[in-house]
């Protein structure tokens, strides 16, 4: 007997079924690009006002001031190269010279920079006469800075003398 109270769900009402997940497509990814645009704006008014200022220092007309003597504000140049050649020939800096002319450039050039230094570049087959007399030209220049360049013999036993 039915009962006319009761209710009866169909079998296919047991049935698992997937449900579709509704994914929000609603609004779209944008980018805002209103912060970059304040930048690049106070980035412009920037280099407008620091331009105006540039423009306002070169029209200032300014009288500088004078001073009594000078010395030479760039670096010291590199070493300077005295050789003494075989027969007694002097050069500086690849330059023949004679003694006199040594002492009187490297004086020279030694007013203009004080810790001036010299490589005395001597010829084995060279006098010991020639090679003092460049060192003498370089101690009545008043150089303190002086170096000898010699070559180093490839075994003790090879030396010349």
Known sequence: MKDENSFRLPPSAFILHSMPLKIQHDEQLSLDLT??????????????????????ERDIELELAEVASTTAMTAAPKQRVVSVQ??????????????????????AARSEYPE??????NDAACAFQHFAASLAA????????????????KSPGTTKR
Request: hydrophobic share 50%; glycine share 4%.
């Open 138 to 153: 370089c101690k009545e220049a008043q150089i303190s800075n002086i170096g000898v360049t010699v070559r180093i013999a």
């Open 86 to 107: 075989a027969e007694g020939q002097i050069r500086l800096d690849g330059e023949d010279v004679t003694l006199a002319e040594l002492t009187q450039r490297l004086s």
């Open 116 to 121: 001036l230094s010299v490589v005395i570049r």
């Open 35 to 56: 912060p970059m645009i304040d930048v690049v704006f106070l980035l412009i008014i920037f280099f407008m006002v620091a331009t105006s200022f540039s423009e306002q």
